[in-house]
């Protein structure tokens, strides 16, 4: 079955100190993944995603993720935490080859930072 | 900005009434989906609907129905409400139904529903 995890509900960073966000994905064809954040009372914007090609994807705001295969995994990185990072962060991955084209989301991953 | 656009934004119902809410796609996009969201969860496909017709349809039940107008525009109805509605509905637009459309999908900035 398809699905999508995020292992971490909570993750507590200094600003100025490196994050990663862990997703990882089952899905049995090739994947189309996008991070999405979203602040509190806020929708959903895009970060970044990957359809193919280089593994390493650079996104809006300083983000970055790597797709890797071998592990089925996306994680979001990004080297220096700003305060305005503290959000909700939301794996997801594109589902159907044809007819209905859907995303499925992790359960999200909430971001506290610390000055 | 996505150029999705969602109304109302806010609203609080009683239990057992009906709601209505409406998605305005972005210029060009002849496809929209639901996703509701519930509090501390992830988004969870409700349906789609492409060219005025249902298009796919995630494990909701039937109380929730929709429309799509002429002009792509999108209608989420929910008949009968539960407390459990309670949640954020997001509309996402998009051009077409296939892999590719994953590559021209926005969402808007959703509706909170509060049932009572």
């Known amino acids: 079955a398809q699905s999508v995890t995020q292992p971490d509900i909570h993750i507590t960073v200094s600003e100025g100190a490196s994050l990663e966000l862990r997703c990882n994905y089952s899905?049995?064809?090739?994947?189309?993944l996008f991070w999405y954040v979203q602040s509190p009372g806020q929708g959903l914007q895009l970060l970044l995603k990957?359809?193919?090609?280089?593994?390493l994807v650079q996104g809006i705001k300083g983000f970055e993720a790597e797709f890797k295969r071998s592990q089925s995994s996306f994680n979001l990185r990004k080297p220096s935490v700003h305060w305005s990072d503290a959000a909700e962060y939301f794996c997801?991955?594109?589902?159907?080859?044809?007819?209905?084209?859907?995303?499925?989301f992790g359960t999200g991953t909430r971001l506290k930072v610390l000055a | 900005e996505t150029g999705v656009t969602q109304s109302p934004t806010h609203l609080i119902k009683t239990r057992g009434q009906q709601v209505t809410l409406r998605c305005s796609s972005q210029?060009?996009?002849?496809?929209v989906s639901w996703y509701q969201q519930a509090l501390g969860q992830g988004p969870q496909f409700i349906f789609q609907?492409?060219?005025?017709?249902?298009?796919g349809r995630g494990n909701f039940p039937p109380r929730f129905s929709g429309l799509q107008f002429p002009n792509y525009s999108s209608e989420l109805n929910v008949n009968a409400l539960e407390l459990d509605d309670s949640a954020l509905y997001l509309c996402?637009?998009?051009?077409?139904?296939?892999?590719?459309?994953?590559?021209?999908?926005?969402f808007g900035e959703g509706s909170w529903l509060t049932v009572v």
């Open positions: 996402a637009s998009s051009l077409g139904t296939g892999r590719l459309a994953g590559n021209t999908i926005y």
């Open positions: 899905y049995g064809a090739t994947p189309y």
């Open positions: 990957y359809f193919s090609g280089d593994t």
């Open positions: 997801a991955v594109g589902a159907g080859t044809s007819g209905t084209y859907k995303y499925i």
């Open positions: 210029s060009g996009h002849n496809t």
């Open positions: 609907y492409y060219r005025e017709e249902e298009n």
